[in-house]
């Protein structure tokens, strides 16, 4: 603790520097308390005498003894008696004192403390504790340089701690300083600790003054470069596996039995039982915005943080906006889904917290899945309710996937590109109609197939005179070019449509 300043009119009043204030700080100033208490009472004044010298000082001073050797016992006595009947606020000697018990004794007795600066000229000492006793601009420097290096020197160690970092700056401050949680602290603000761009606190000083202004912004870099590596220690197999994971659902059937001995190496056991949930963007009122750029890393971090603690395995990857939740269990874990929805959803709270008003968070879940194959289905099933939801303007809830018998196999239809991009290619004249229009007439061409070709069934269906059934038929026929009257081209057409439909929904 050391004086603080406060202004009454053009009035600067300093507050009493006291021998606790200096016991507090003696570290920095290159001194111990070597006897006597390390009390409240005030420091008046800084002088430097000699020890034969001590009737001359006036009660409250803090005497620096100039005597650069230690004093014999009996002078030591003489002093102590001395310097308790003129009230003085302490004895400061420039050597390594071994004090006798005499000495210890009378220095109780009589409240006098006395410190011992083994190293430190007594000129040089009695500067700094002047400056500490004015509490200038030049102090407030001496004091945040001090903090600095000294939290520097915490920082510098390869296990070095954030708390490591936080009690050595305010050892030489004088005042605790405490890492706040505020995600919502711009990173660029000077008391900001980050782990990268990601704000995770700020930096805050239980009582701030000009040393702490000086500090606390180089303090605060330090304690997110330890952070930043901290959270690389803990978090760089989680994200390595995360490509991993990106480059398994994206993959063609063909190739996934290539990552399970890449994944055993990461530690991703892809034999076991894995359930996904698919996090999907959308802003109603532009499509085609990307989603903020600073809460893909936010929402990694606190993912990260949020799954550490728990029992299962989990990851998570991004594909472009959308995040991915993978969590990996033994085969027949009970509850799994559950177990997903209740982190996904938090995170699905996170995101839309970090994003702001105009932005929603639709979330997919997909059912436990085994083995590499599996992960694929239920990435593919989240994917599809997820964005199933969004094109039906059901945006910001849960939704689960239907996946039973023939939506199952379709799932696994869309899940592979190549496959996915066959089928489309079949359809794909119809995209010349726009969007609505196509939509419309793959519904029309799945009705009037599933139906075998009756016009009359199809209208029903779709609530439209048989007439126009044919009407639209003719100008499908016409785009597509194909020969509906082939069994394989009609499954083969019938196929593409329902895949098309599942994914626009």
């Known amino acids: ?8 009119g053009d009035t600067v009043l300093v507050a009493q520097l006291t021998i606790a204030d200096l016991h507090a700080d003696a570290a920095r100033l ?3 308390l070597a006897a006597g208490p390390g009390d409240d009472r005030a420091v008046e004044r800084v002088d430097l005498i000699p020890i034969t010298r001590l009737d001359t000082a006036a009660s409250g001073t803090l005497v620096i003894v100039s005597d650069e050797q230690q004093p014999a016992p009996y002078r030591m006595d003489v002093a102590l008696r001395q310097a308790s009947a003129r009230g003085l606020a ?3 000697f420039a050597v390594d004192l071994a004090l006798p ?3 210890l004794a009378l220095a109780g007795r009589g409240a006098v403390p006395v410190f011992a600066a083994p190293g430190v000229k007594p000129a040089d000492l009695a500067k700094s504790i002047d400056r500490v006793l004015s509490g200038g601009a030049s102090e407030a420097m001496m004091r945040g340089a001090d903090a600095i290096a000294r939290a520097s020197e915490a920082a510098s160690g390869a296990d070095s701690t954030l708390d490591q ?3 050595a700056g305010s050892a030489a401050l004088g005042t605790e300083l405490a890492l706040v949680d505020d995600p919502a602290v711009a990173w660029s603000a000077a008391d900001a600790v980050c782990v990268g761009e990601v704000p995770i606190g700020r930096l805050v000083a239980h009582t701030p003054d000009a040393a702490t202004a000086v500090a ?3 303090i605060a870099s330090l304690l997110s470069r330890v952070a930043q590596r901290q959270s690389r220690d803990r978090y760089a197999p989680t994200q390595s596996r995360a490509d991993l994971l990106v480059e398994l659902v994206l993959a063609e059937s063909p190739r996934v039995e290539g990552f399970v001995g890449q994944a055993a190496r990461l530690g991703l056991p892809l034999q076991l039982s894995h359930a996904v949930a698919w996090l999907s963007p959308a802003r109603p009122a532009d499509p085609l915005a990307r989603a903020p750029r600073s809460v893909q890393a936010t929402l990694e971090l606190f993912a990260l943080q949020l799954v550490e603690a728990r029992t299962e395995m989990w990851h998570v990857a991004f594909l472009q906006d959308d995040m991915l939740i993978v969590s990996t269990e033994d085969h027949g874990a009970g509850d799994h889904q559950r177990r997903v929805r209740e982190v996904a ?3 699905q709270q996170q995101a839309q917290n970090l994003a702001g008003p105009g932005w929603t968070y639709t979330l997919g879940l997909g059912t436990p899945q085994l083995g590499a194959m599996g992960l694929r289905q239920s990435a593919a099933e989240a994917r599809v309710a997820a964005e199933s939801a969004i094109a039906a303007g059901r945006l910001g809830g849960v939704e689960l996937t239907d996946v039973t018998g023939l939506r199952r196999v379709l799932l696994s239809v869309y899940a592979s590109p190549i496959s996915r991009d066959l089928l489309q290619d079949i359809l794909r004249p119809l995209d010349s109609l726009g969007a609505e229009r196509a939509l419309t007439a793959v519904r029309t061409l799945l009705s009037y197939l599933a139906h075998n070709g009756s016009l ?8 439209l005179h048989s007439n126009g059934v044919g009407y639209r038929m003719r100008r499908i026929r016409e785009l597509l070019d194909i020969d509906l009257d082939d069994p394989d081209v009609r499954f083969a057409v019938e196929l593409a449509c329902r895949v098309r439909l599942l994914g626009s929904s």
Do not use: D, K, N, W
């Not at 603790?1 to 009454?8: A, C, E, I, K, R």
């Not at 009359?456 to 609530?463: C, D, K, M, T, Y």
């Open 216 to 218: 606390l912004p180089v």
């Open 1 to 8: 603790m050391f004086p603080q300043s406060s202004v009454f």
């Open 345 to 347: 959803t938090r995170i």
């Open 456 to 463: 009359a069934q199809a209208g029903r269906e779709l609530v």
């Open 165 to 167: 970092i936080l009690a």
């Open 101 to 103: 018990e005499t000495a």
């Open 30 to 32: 290159g001194m111990r």
């Open 90 to 92: 302490g004895l400061v």
